[in-house]
């Protein structure tokens, strides 16, 4: 790789940005009470539906994924939720659950695992009156997604009148994540992960059941009320002033994203993570994931060689890369190397070669 000023982002977010997509954010302003901006507007909605798999709604917010975690308490619960924790992110939205001073049940997964149809169930039949679960598909810090599907399919029998808000803002258009047909009430991502756009971002498909139950519920302030943000959609624009330059890049992005096409876009990740578990195994790294439920837009790597996280980044940037330390209290015990968004093989190939040669000058 070429050495340059900024290197090549292997994290978590925020991920590498196409030249061309950049630059879309530099063109001059427009009114957001002009039929330019409202055509923009329509553009990225109808574009975003498809990357939802939704005929419902997808709002979008000037604000990164955490506010639209709370959006989703606000909007869709009186008083009591249940947020399982498998990881950081988990957490905040409990975090956010209790700051929105509702009543928050919190579940928790040990970390590294994932969130099961079982415990799901087992929470559920424990506590009455429960509005909505929360749950985190892609758990950022410990590269585990759970199966979101399965959990849909339970939630939907045994539980129809319980709301389900997902979480997927790392794993968000890198792999299928049907909305409408498993009956999700919310599901959320940021600009800055896969999507591959700059940070300030932030996307919700919304059912219709939760726009009912919006109606219903008090508190829920303005900026992020549903009812508000409905209100607005169906004239293509928002009530408070957008991100206009953000949404010309994501624009442009979405254009890349589907003439890609979802199905090979979806096979690339697979593809990229694939090549990083069976890299990690050939080295002799485990995996912090749970066997199974291995993410494919982050890959998190138990330290078990107990290599210097810090020095193989060092290493790296002088070559024009970065990856991730552990989460938190992971720091050191495991590293991460996120492969989402505009990564190709190449990259990939590129920075695990990298990583061979620091392990063989100190190992
Ligand atoms: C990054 C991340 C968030 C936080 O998103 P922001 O856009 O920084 O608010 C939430 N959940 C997950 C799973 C994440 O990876």
Not at 19 to 44: K, N, T, W
Not at 64 to 92: M, T, Y
Not at 131 to 152: D, Y
Not at 353 to 360: F, N, R, S, T
Request: aromatic letters at 10%; one cysteine or more.
């Amino acid at each position: 790789m070429k050495k340059q000023k900024h290197p090549f982002l292997f994290i978590p977010g925020p991920v590498n940005v196409r030249p061309d997509v950049l630059e879309a954010q530099a063109e001059a302003m427009i009114g957001h009470r002009s039929a330019d901006f409202e055509s923009l507007f329509a553009a990225c909605e109808n574009k975003l539906k498809k990357l939802f798999f939704t005929g419902q709604r997808v709002y979008i917010s000037a604000s990164s994924g955490s506010g639209l975690q709370e959006a989703a308490i606000r909007n869709g619960v009186h008083k009591r939720v249940v947020n399982f924790v498998a990881g950081a992110f988990a957490d905040r939205w409990y975090q956010v659950s209790m700051g929105c001073g509702k009543e928050a049940i919190k579940v928790d997964v040990e970390w590294g695992r994932a969130v099961k149809p079982e415990t799901v169930d087992q929470a559920l039949q424990q506590y009455d009156d429960v509005e909505a679960i929360t749950i985190v598909h892609n758990e950022t810090s410990t590269g585990v997604a759970s199966p979101l599907g399965e959990i849909a399919a339970l939630m939907r029998e045994k539980y129809p009148d319980i709301l389900i808000f997902v979480d997927a803002v790392s794993s968000f258009s890198g792999l299928k994540l049907p909305f409408d047909e498993w009956g999700l009430d919310l599901m959320l991502t940021s600009s800055q992960k896969a999507l591959s756009i700059p940070p300030g971002l932030s996307f919700a498909a919304v059912s219709d059941r939760v726009l009912e139950k919006a109606k219903t519920v008090e508190g829920r302030g303005w900026y992020f009320d549903f009812l508000v943000m409905e209100k607005y959609l169906q004239r293509s624009t928002t009530a408070a002033t957008p991100a206009i330059s953000l949404m010309r890049a994501l624009n442009l992005e979405l254009d890349y994203i589907l003439a890609e096409g979802l199905d090979a876009r979806f096979a690339r990740h697979q593809a990229l993570a694939g090549r990083t578990r069976d890299w990690a195994a050939k080295r002799g790294f485990a995996m912090f994931s749970e066997e199974g439920y291995h993410s494919p837009t982050v890959s998190c790597v138990a330290n078990t060689l107990k290599i210097d996280v810090g020095g193989l980044n060092q290493f790296l940037r002088e070559r024009g890369m970065v990856i991730s330390n552990g989460y938190g209290n992971l720091k050191g015990q495991t590293f991460r190397i996120a492969h989402m968004g505009i990564v190709t093989m190449e990259d990939m190939d590129r920075l695990l070669g990298a990583i061979d040669e620091y392990l063989e000058q100190t190992q």
